[in-house]
């Protein structure tokens, strides 16, 4: 949220030639089906939290067949200098790892949770549930990569079945502040209903605090 940008040291994924292109498609959630799920929790007074799944691709196994010869010797020691170690978890900068590891959250949400993908949006999951008066409504779930939102009268609920599996990071579970860039707030109207704001105050802010310092820097 402050601009900075952060590296990372991952596999050369580009290295392979050969993988299919069918094998590395992955989407995620749209900007749209969210404001719309947001609107969805204002209209029928859902709960809503996010949390952030920890080393995500680490969780899936890779759709490539993916090897690395050993040069140093600080991870398996100098006898293994020069043997070749077979890939079986889904690294960063590996090809299929995104498609991979959607798989396994799609696996999840379908067959442990209950929920159902939306038509329109496949990265939007949805299940009917009953709240504490009988009375029917439904739960949805939007994910953005390993990005968790879930909106339910028992959010807590359906956190920790998926941290059963997978390992959410404690702090980012919450009632959200901001999500995939955007700022979020909650506010009561003059009838006492709730709704939820989205907006880019932080990002603008930030940017033209970069832009302001480019242009001191230039004259």
Not at 182 to 199: F, Y
Request: include cysteine.
């Amino acid at each position: 949220m402050d601009l900075t940008r952060k590296a990372r040291l991952v596999a050369g994924g580009h290295l392979n030639k050969h993988v299919p292109k069918h094998t590395t498609y992955s989407s995620v959630v749209s900007r749209e089906s969210v404001r719309i799920c947001f609107l969805l929790a204002a209209l029928n007074d859902l709960n809503i939290l996010s949390g952030d799944i920890g080393n995500a691709y680490l969780n899936a196994k890779p759709r490539e067949k993916c090897h690395v010869k050993i040069e140093h010797d600080f991870i398996f020691g100098p006898e293994a200098i020069g043997s070749y170690v077979v890939i079986t978890r889904t690294l960063y900068g590996m090809k299929s790892s995104g498609a991979a590891w959607r798989d396994a959250i799609s696996a999840l949400m379908r067959n442990s949770l209950g929920f159902n993908q939306c038509y329109a949006d496949n990265d939007v999951w949805y299940r009917k549930d009953v709240n504490d008066q009988g009375i029917g409504y439904y739960s949805y779930i939007c994910i953005y990569v390993d990005d968790i939102l879930i909106l339910s009268n028992n959010c807590k609920k359906y956190m920790s079945m998926i941290n059963e599996t997978f390992i959410i990071k404690p702090e980012s579970i919450k009632v959200p502040d901001t999500y995939l860039g955007a700022d979020v707030r909650q506010k009561k109207t003059q009838d006492g209903s709730n709704i939820w704001i989205l907006g880019s105050n932080s990002y603008l802010k930030e940017a033209l605090r970069d832009y302001n310092g480019v242009l001191k820097e230039n004259g």
